[in-house]
């Protein structure tokens, strides 16, 4: 006797859902798009502190400790582009820990 497959008891809409997740292209997908969002708001963050620098000067700006963080942010951030690009297996960081290091721009 064969069994049923687990997910035939689903509603349609769950089905089209676990349909797209089980795609063999969803996880490339997901990742080409994490990528995109990962260069869009690194050139974002690029742009907001070049901006910064220019109408506050260099001096005044690298005065307030926000700033310093931001472009501490934007460095790593930078880096971690460079690092997953060249899938570098020699310089032992991980890029996931410059990706956390992000998240103190959003806390702040």
Do not use: C
């Not at 307030?64 to 570098?88: P, T, Y």
């Amino acid at each position: 006797i064969r069994e049923r497959p687990y997910w035939s008891s689903y509603p349609p809409w769950r089905l089209r859902i676990h349909k797209l997740v089980d795609s063999k292209y969803f996880d490339l997908e997901l990742e080409l798009g994490l990528k995109a969002t990962n260069y869009f708001f690194t050139t974002v963050f690029i742009i907001e502190a070049a901006f910064k620098i220019i109408a506050l000067g260099f001096k005044r700006y690298f005065m307030d400790r926000w700033n310093q963080l931001d472009v501490i942010i934007v460095i790593l951030s930078v880096s971690g582009i460079v690092l997953e690009e060249m899938e570098a297996k020699i310089i032992p960081i991980n890029p996931t820990i410059i990706r956390v290091m992000r998240v103190l721009r959003i806390a702040r």
